[in-house]
């Protein structure tokens, strides 16, 4: 008598961790459909000049034509210059200073935050106490000292910005180094041979980025309002154009075109917001907690 063949279950096999969190992060649909718009965003910023190639200094009109007068589907500034040519691209800038920014802010941010959490003691306490610095001084008014002594260029403003906002990643970054650093596959390569460098960027970094990224994106957003703030009380480059810049340049005519400034309000309003809506996504899908319920 022939004995049954005992079939095998089919066991699931562990899918990659990108994987996993991408299957996490469709379950999310506010940061699915703020990921579209986002993407939809960056192709108006690259493509939007092309599409419509209407100069955004030049005078095309009559000052302060309401949306949808004579063909303009967005109206004029104080100058008679093309609203939507001017959201358009200053689409470009903003993006850019927010990526910008948020870069430096995290190179500066996990450089202090790993050194700090690694080495721990003396090095520890000289980042810390560097980071406490610079985190209660008065951002807006330390990023305009400096935008007025160098110029207000978009380099110095990305500088401005990155400078005084990165100690939220130094601490992020910190926070994960002693907690990991702890751990046996951190004490195994060590005991391996490993050099401190290989350690920190090699081990411990590649575990820790979940936060920071987290927080980096978030960064882009506040970017982006910093840059609204400085050109709301007028610093910033006039040659070139920006949402922060149209509100700056047109916010003594808020009563009699209120248009002017709440059309870019709106479009950083909706960029920061899909902006947060993304972290927060990516936030639930890099929390391996939350991907195995």
Do not use: C
């Not at 992060?25 to 579209?36: G, P, Y």
């Not at 965003?41 to 419509?52: S, V």
């Not at 003594?252 to 993304?278: C, E, K, M, N, R």
């Amino acid at each position: 008598m022939t004995r049954p063949e005992v079939q095998e279950e089919d066991t699931p096999q562990a899918q990659h961790p990108v994987i996993e969190s991408w299957a996490m992060f469709r379950k999310n649909t506010a940061a699915v459909a703020a990921l579209a718009l986002l993407i939809l965003i960056t192709f108006g910023a690259i493509f939007g000049p092309t599409l419509y190639p209407t100069d955004p200094f030049e005078m095309v009109w009559a000052p302060f034509s309401p949306p949808g007068e004579e063909g303009f589907l967005l109206g004029t500034d104080y100058l008679g210059r093309d609203l939507l040519a001017m959201i358009i691209n200053g689409a470009k800038v903003s993006l850019m200073i927010g990526l910008s920014a948020a870069l430096m802010t995290v190179m500066i941010g996990v450089t202090v935050g790993a050194l700090a959490g690694f080495y721990r003691g003396i090095v520890e306490e000289i980042l810390m106490r560097i980071t406490e610095f610079f985190q209660v001084l008065p951002t807006l008014l330390f990023s305009m000292v400096l935008v007025a002594l160098f110029g207000a260029s978009l380099p110095m403003i990305t500088f401005a910005i990155g400078i005084v906002s990165w100690t939220a990643v130094a601490r992020i970054t910190r926070s994960e180094f002693l907690r990991i650093r702890e751990l046996e596959y951190v004490t195994a390569s060590r005991a391996s041979g490993a050099s401190n460098m290989k350690l920190m960027f090699r081990v411990i970094l590649p575990n820790a980025l979940p936060p920071i990224i987290v927080q980096s994106a978030l960064m882009v957003g506040s970017a982006i309002l910093f840059e609204a703030g400085l050109s709301f009380l007028g610093l910033t480059d006039p040659n070139v154009v920006s949402w922060g810049q149209i509100i700056g340049s047109n916010r003594q005519y808020i009563l009699d075109a209120g248009y002017t400034v709440t059309i870019p309000g709106v479009a950083i309003f909706v960029t920061v917001l899909a902006i947060s809506l993304v972290g927060d996504g990516l936030n639930d899908a890099l929390n391996p907690k939350l991907r195995q319920r």
